[in-house]
């Protein structure tokens, strides 16, 4: 019981962060050391010192795969907290493949909810990127919302092939 509440104190204290340049930004990420828990576009401001941990650095490695265009796919431990609609939306957006998009209806049919849920549930998704919430279109198959900016959206999705560069 002791190690469950030391645990659970721990998540809410600093956690390890790196950041990697992209040719979307400096992207950062942060870690409990076990799990990623966050990829954000903004500076944390905060995170210990010292040396990081394995998943940590393993992150970084498949993030510049990934931006190399030799890594189509993150085989890291996340940690998701949400609501259970919340996780479905994230479950659904993982199913998406590298190179295609789904719209906000067709996942809101999937996860049980409104397109404008869906919406919502990737404003906030933590996980930028490895939960790819890019891959959400409109109905139309025009891009709408991302928490990292439109123009880091088409970057991403052009990147997958996911969109004709000439469209844009």
């Given at each position: 019981?002791?190690?469950?509440?030391?645990?659970?104190?721990?998540?809410?204290?600093?956690?390890?962060?790196?950041?990697?340049?992209?040719?979307?930004?400096?992207?950062?990420?942060?870690?409990?050391?076990?799990?990623?828990?966050?990829?954000?576009?903004?500076?944390?401001?905060?995170?210990?010192?010292?040396?990081?941990?394995?998943?940590?650095?393993?992150?970084?490695?498949?993030?510049?795969?990934?931006?190399?265009?030799?890594?189509?796919?993150?085989?890291?431990?996340?940690?998701?907290?949400?609501?259970?609609?919340?996780?479905?939306?994230?479950?659904?957006?993982?199913?998406?493949?590298?190179?295609?998009?789904?719209?906000?209806?067709?996942?809101?049919?999937?996860?049980?909810?409104?397109?404008?849920?869906?919406?919502?549930?990737?404003?906030?998704?933590?996980?930028?990127?490895?939960?790819?919430?890019?891959?959400?279109?409109?109905?139309?198959?025009?891009?709408?919302?991302y928490a990292g900016g439109l123009w880091r959206k088409?970057?991403?999705?052009?990147?997958?092939?996911?969109?004709?560069?000439?469209?844009?």
């Open positions: 019981m002791a190690g469950q509440a030391l645990r659970e104190l721990e998540l809410f204290g600093p956690q390890y962060v790196a950041s990697i340049a992209t040719p979307v930004g400096k992207l950062w990420v942060e870690s409990d050391g076990e799990r990623i828990v966050r990829t954000t576009f903004n500076n944390p401001g905060r995170g210990r010192h010292g040396k990081a941990p394995k998943v940590l650095t393993e992150a970084i490695i498949q993030l510049r795969a990934y931006f190399a265009g030799r890594r189509k796919k993150f085989d890291l431990p996340l940690y998701q907290v949400g609501s259970p609609y919340r996780r479905k939306v994230w479950e659904q957006l993982g199913q998406i493949h590298h190179g295609d998009t789904a719209s906000y209806a067709q996942l809101a049919t999937k996860a049980g909810g409104s397109p404008r849920s869906v919406g919502a549930v990737c404003a906030v998704n933590p996980l930028l990127i490895l939960v790819p919430c890019h891959r959400a279109v409109g109905s139309n198959g025009l891009l709408v919302g088409k970057w991403l999705l052009q990147h997958e092939c996911a969109l004709a560069k000439e469209l844009f």
